[in-house]
């Protein structure tokens, strides 16, 4: 078992930055595929970025990519989502992920582990 919690979000100018935490316990979270997805309410759960540990091989959605950027730190067994150039279009629920397996997805409901969630508001 992996229990995630996320933290980091709050309210930000358009155009400000935020970092977003997601702290695990139970595993290593470098055997583990790591990804990031957002909501809005009424839309389906959204990819934002995800990356391997075992190689570090990430990928971004595109209307992400150049403004945000993942990193981890091993010692605290934790991964950092780097929210740079925030959009009005960045607000919703962010939530950190963990797959088992070696496949790097951008498909939600192939994802066995969530967090509660972090609520991130850009105001224009």
């Known amino acids: 078992q992996v229990q995630l919690v996320e933290s980091g979000g709050g309210l930000v100018q358009a155009g400000g930055s935020l970092r977003l935490s997601c702290a695990a316990s139970g595993r290593a979270l470098d055997t583990f595929i790591m990804g990031w997805f957002r909501r809005t309410p009424g839309k389906e759960r959204e990819f934002v970025a995800a990356f391997k540990g075992s190689d570090a091989t990430t990928n971004y959605a595109h209307s992400v990519e150049g403004r945000f950027s993942l990193s981890r730190d091993n010692a605290k067994n934790t991964v950092y989502l780097e929210m740079n150039s925030l959009k009005h279009e960045d607000t919703a629920v962010y939530y950190c992920?963990?797959?088992?397996?070696?496949?790097?997805?951008?498909?939600?409901?192939?994802?066995?582990?969530w967090g509660q969630g972090t609520q991130v508001t850009v105001s224009s």
């Open positions: 992920a963990a797959r088992r397996g070696v496949i790097l997805t951008i498909t939600p409901r192939e994802y066995n582990y």
